[in-house]
């Protein structure tokens, strides 16, 4: 005689970027419109990720996920030892030659990076993995993508443990619509997500950054200028936050001083698990 298995309970979890596309899901999965169990937010770091983004996830994202009883929870990247690591402190570290961000290399052009892979898909999928998701049973991810971003959908990154899916591409939903959602749940609307350092900010995020936050820009060119100093110290070229082959401090005009743009998107983060 033959027994059938039950089927395993595919997982279903939602990659929570922190800012509109991930809180409209949020709003729209406690809507029972789209059906996630879960809600991940990989922290890349207090120290790294955008400030305003970790103080709207406290104010307002957590104590909604609680309200509607959505498990919304925070990870973070553990090193084998078992202590965490920011992508802050790993470019950082003293002696580092890791340069994991994308930085724009003298053509303007993004160089490689690791730190979507390490500090955000392996830190979810670790999570997903430790919850029963294999290569036979994945999990599904949804990631929070809109239709006026869909070039930013691409599997490439998809791993045997996960399926991914774009449920606000499915309900046909574009940024904008997400900030409507999340206005009629009684929601302020998120600021973009990212690291604030992040080399994909277009020159308004920068701009308005200098403006706003004098403090944060000020870290984001210190940044610059540390690793430039190790890269002359190895003897390389040097690298920058922008595309202009320029310091940070120089590219960004202080004040309100508007600056002219020739933002086309190339250099736009690939993937959905940054900037959703
Ligand atoms: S926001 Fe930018 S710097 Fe931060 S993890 Fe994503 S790609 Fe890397």
């Known amino acids: 005689m033959t027994t059938t298995m039950p089927a395993p309970s595919t997982l279903r979890a939602f990659s929570f970027g922190g800012g509109v596309q991930s809180m409209g899901a949020l709003v729209l999965a406690a809507q029972r419109r ?8 990989s922290n890349v770091g207090d120290d790294s990720e955008h400030p305003g983004t970790l103080t709207y996830y406290h104010q307002h994202a957590v104590p909604f996920a609680q309200r509607h009883g959505i498990d919304l929870r925070m990870l973070w990247r553990r090193k084998r030892t078992g202590e965490t690591e920011t992508l ?19 053509n303007g052009a993004p160089g490689t990076r690791q730190c979507t892979a390490d500090f955000k898909i392996r830190v979810i999928g670790a999570w ?9 049973n994945p999990a599904t991810v949804g990631i929070g993508i809109s239709v006026d971003e ?3 959908a691409n ?11 774009y ?17 009629e749940a009684g929601l302020p609307v998120p600021p973009k997500s990212s ?18 936050d004098p403090e944060l820009f000020d870290r984001a060119c ?8 190790r890269r002359t110290e190895l003897g390389k070229d040097p690298v920058y936050l922008t595309r202009f082959g320029k310091p940070l401090s120089r590219v960004i005009p202080d004040g309100d001083q508007l600056i002219p743009l020739f933002e086309d998107g190339a250099g736009d983060c690939d993937s959905g698990w940054c900037a959703t």
């Open 34 to 41: 789209i059906d996630f169990d879960v809600f991940l937010f």
């Open 150 to 152: 869909i070039h930013r």
């Open 222 to 229: 210190a940044l610059e200028d540390l690793l430039n100093t």
């Open 88 to 106: 802050w402190q790993r470019l950082t570290k003293p002696g580092s030659r890791s340069l994991p961000i994308p930085v724009r290399m003298s």
């Open 167 to 183: 449920p606000l591409l499915e309900l046909g939903l574009r940024r904008v619509d997400c900030m409507r959602i999340i206005r």
């Open 195 to 212: 690291c604030f350092f992040c080399p994909f900010h277009r020159e308004t995020a920068w701009q308005d950054m200098r403006r706003t």
């Open 128 to 136: 997903l993995k430790a919850h029963g998701a294999t290569a036979t």
């Open 155 to 165: 599997k490439r990154r998809c791993e045997p443990h996960e399926r991914i899916v």
